[in-house]
């Protein structure tokens, strides 16, 4: 699976206000605090990979365990990802570490989800960082067409996606470090 997404900073109100005019499904907002691990066996920067634990508060907690591979594209912030859901943190953390994965970095936002036209469209407010809007999908395989629908999305919010940023927020974070 290919979760296709394009990323830019951009005011939020001036887009809430296009997400409301346009009768976009408002899901909810939620607390991310997202924490990336080194592997024992390779630098995940030099090979352009992730590991990540996500805890998503709202009226709960969920966690997840993420992997996402190299981008795939020039065009967009394309990847490969496998998740699946966690019923123990803790217990995670321990796994992690006793294969020698330890915690590099954590990337904490409120996020707040649209959906449009097929689309997931995310108000992100990243700590140290500031707002961004992100427009996301999974595909199969049709990398392209996934890529153009969220460029049309962004251009009816009215934000330039050629001004789209392909570096993570932990990328971003780093490097503001």
Same mark, same amino acid.
């Given at each position: 699976m290919y979760e296709v997404e394009l990323k830019v900073r951009a005011d939020h109100e001036r887009v809430r206000s296009r997400l409301d005019d346009?009768? *976009?499904? /408002? =899901?909810? @907002? =939620? =607390?991310?605090?997202? @924490? $990336? $691990?080194?592997?024992?066996? /390779?630098?995940? *920067?030099? @090979?352009?990979? *992730?590991? /990540?634990? /996500?805890? !998503?508060r709202d009226d709960g907690v969920t966690t997840c365990l993420t992997y996402k591979g190299p981008l795939v594209e020039a065009e967009s912030k394309t990847r490969e990802e496998a998740e699946t859901a966690v019923a123990d943190s803790d217990g995670l953390a321990d796994i992690l570490s006793g294969l020698g994965y330890e915690p590099a970095a954590t990337v904490r936002k409120e996020r707040t989800r649209y959906h449009v036209r097929g689309y997931t469209v995310s108000l992100d407010t990243v700590e140290g960082l500031g707002e961004f809007v992100e427009v996301e999908t999974e595909t !199969?395989?049709? =990398?392209e067409t996934a890529r153009n629908g969220a460029r049309d999305v962004m251009d009816s919010l009215g934000v330039d996606p050629d001004e789209q940023i392909r570096t993570s927020y932990l990328g971003l974070l780093l490097a503001a470090e």
């Open positions: 346009s009768n *976009a499904d /408002r =899901v909810g @907002t =939620v =607390v991310q605090e997202d @924490t $990336y $691990y080194d592997a024992p066996d /390779r630098d995940f *920067a030099e @090979t352009d990979e *992730a590991l /990540r634990v /996500r805890e !998503e !199969e395989s049709d =990398v």
